[in-house]
């Protein structure tokens, strides 16, 4: 039988908020969420409304409580900042329990004594959230790249600065504005200079770097330009020459420089980079951020999604807990395997009629070049439900005429009695391509 794990959320705010909600609403998700239990939860302020409803006796102001709490398993650091993030961290540990954090700056300077004392008490510290927000990179890292000689990691991994940069790109919007509305949004830190002088992406890029060359880095080392000295003007020219300006953080393999203790030389640095608008980093904007992992031998991968806000980081923070309750579940049955790992399934599923399918549709009619066509065949969409975002004629000439059609989102079926209509009206010869439209 499933055991209950007792989850301690220390903070409730953006990312402890949508972590609640997704313990408070299992349905349709992984079963093993059902078995977690949001046991205690620590707030600075108990008055504050939250958009999430929580039982007024599971809440406390002392987060030390939610640590030592019996019927906590897990304990979960969302309140950032250093301290009392770390103490805090440190003591749960102590205490024998794992940590999930997204907590970046406390990781990136402490990670290493973090990790040490984990491995001590034999414990995980998770830390999926802390990098790139609902991507999951981590673990990639971690894992699923393993076998690779890793030579660069770099991308764009600070949510407030790449939507700031986007809308300003975009809309010429005011930086301060788009700041403001970005705090608004969930998105920056508790003092945005963090995102907005570089640090928070030199904190993530640390950790990267670490992850992906084996060995943690001085993150006090790394070279760090924001984004608060840029110019509107500068993003205008840099449009006008076909490039975009992304604040990139690099960490990238160097030759060997003969340190005589055999040290690995990377190069590792934040700033604001002009990017060719056809480069894959180029066609990230507003809140998203991408990282792109260069090795040997998987070449290039790109991980890409929303990079801060509340769900995104909320599902990085819950699939962290799962991977701990998958293996807590493990280490109390008798034999089996990791839930997770094992991936096997946990409800039954089936294919609907094609039908109900609805989607967008691109199709295209080979047609005569005459006069009338375009609105039978027009008439004949509206007639059958189907809305047009588009019809274009291509190609007229005495040979016939071909007609692009672009519709709305439409059921299957409606769709399927509209094309069954129009292959038969006069004019129209055959129906030549139709295809799915994203
Ligand atoms: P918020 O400021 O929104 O929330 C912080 C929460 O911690 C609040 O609920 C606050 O209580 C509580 N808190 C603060 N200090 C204490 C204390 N001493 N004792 C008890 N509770 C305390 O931060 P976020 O949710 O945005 O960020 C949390 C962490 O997640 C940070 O490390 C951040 O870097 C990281 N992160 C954030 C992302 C985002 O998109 N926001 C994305 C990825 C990572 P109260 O509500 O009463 O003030
Ligand atoms: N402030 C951070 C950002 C939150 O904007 O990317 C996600 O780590």
């Not at 205690?40 to 999430?52: E, G, T």
């Not at 579940?329 to 039908?355: K, T």
């Amino acid at each position: 039988m499933a055991t209950r794990i007792g989850i301690g959320l220390l903070g409730l705010g953006t990312v402890g908020a949508g972590v609640a909600s997704i313990l408070n609403s299992p349905e349709g998700r992984h079963p093993l969420i059902a078995d977690l239990e949001l046991a205690r939860v620590a707030v600075r302020d108990l008055q504050r409304s939250r958009p999430v409803a929580i039982p007024t006796d599971r809440l406390t102001t002392d987060p030390n409580e939610v640590v030592d709490d019996p019927n906590v398993h897990v304990v979960v650091e969302v309140i950032g900042g250093i301290e009392p993030a770390r103490t805090l961290i440190m003591r749960a540990i102590s205490a024998g329990k794992s940590v999930v954090t997204a907590n970046k700056a406390v990781i990136a300077r402490h990670g290493e004594e973090i990790a040490a004392a984990a491995a001590a008490a034999g414990v995980y510290v998770l830390i999926e959230a802390a990098v790139g927000g609902g991507i999951p990179i981590i673990e990639p890292l971690k894992q699923s790249l393993g076998s690779n000689r890793i030579e660069r990691v770099s991308g764009i991994i600070n949510g407030t600065t790449n939507y700031i940069l986007s809308r300003m790109a975009d809309e010429g919007a005011d930086y301060h504005a788009v700041l403001k509305e970005a705090q608004e949004l969930g998105y920056a830190e508790a003092d945005p200079a963090a995102d907005v002088d570089g640090h928070d992406a030199a904190d993530k890029i640390a950790i990267l770097a670490g992850l992906a060359f084996g060995g943690p880095i001085e993150r006090s080392a790394v070279p760090t330009t924001g984004i608060s000295n840029l110019q509107g003007r500068d993003v205008d020219y840099a449009t006008q020459l076909g490039y975009g300006v992304k604040l990139l953080a690099v960490a990238e393999r160097l030759e060997s420089d003969g340190d005589p203790m055999g040290s690995l030389p990377l190069g590792v640095r934040v700033q604001p980079t002009l990017v060719p608008k056809d480069h894959p980093l180029a066609g990230v904007s507003g809140v998203n951020n991408a990282i792109l992992v260069e090795g040997d031998p998987i070449g290039r991968v790109m991980f890409y999604g929303p990079g801060a806000g509340s769900g995104p980081t909320a599902s990085a923070v819950v699939a962290d807990i799962l991977n701990i309750a998958g293996i807590r579940q493990l280490n109390s049955s008798d034999g089996g395997l990791d839930p997770l790992l094992a991936a096997s399934s946990w409800r039954s599923c089936h294919l609907v009629d094609s039908s109900r399918i609805r989607q967008r549709n691109y199709v295209r009619f080979n047609t005569e070049d005459a006069p009338g066509v375009i609105g039978r065949i027009g008439s004949c969409f509206g007639e059958q439900g189907v809305s047009i975002q588009s019809i274009v004629q291509f190609d007229a000439c005495d040979e016939g005429a071909e007609i692009v059609v672009i519709t709305h989102e439409v059921g299957n079926g409606a769709m399927q009695n509209a094309l069954q209509a129009i292959t038969s009206l006069p004019g129209v010869r055959s129906l030549a391509a139709h295809f799915g439209c994203f």
